[in-house]
């Protein structure tokens, strides 16, 4: 099954830092989830698993004391990109 990327995904914000309202993207990832028909993972026969240990968006904003360039100049960015793309 092929998901598109949730709408509270925005690759043109990661270079950005701000307030993450926690509460209302639970909500909305929950609704996404419900009109996509995704159950919970407890549930499925198949076990994949993604874990990303400590994603933080300063990896993604150049010149921020964490920033990962890589060979491209954008590669944290690039990645979280992927990553969503994978999902």
């Not at 919970?40 to 240990?53: K, T």
Request: charged letters at 20%; proline letters at 7%.
């Amino acid at each position: 099954m092929t998901l598109p990327i949730p709408p509270h995904f925005n690759s043109l914000k990661v270079s950005q830092v701000w307030r993450v309202p926690y509460a209302t993207l639970a909500r909305a990832a929950a609704d996404w989830a419900n009109v996509h028909a995704i159950r919970p993972a407890a549930e499925d026969r198949a076990r994949v698993c993604l874990m990303i240990v400590d994603a933080q968006n300063t990896f993604c904003i150049p010149f921020f004391e964490l920033f990962v360039a890589g060979r491209s100049g954008y590669a944290a960015i690039e990645d979280n990109v992927r990553l969503c793309e994978f999902i």
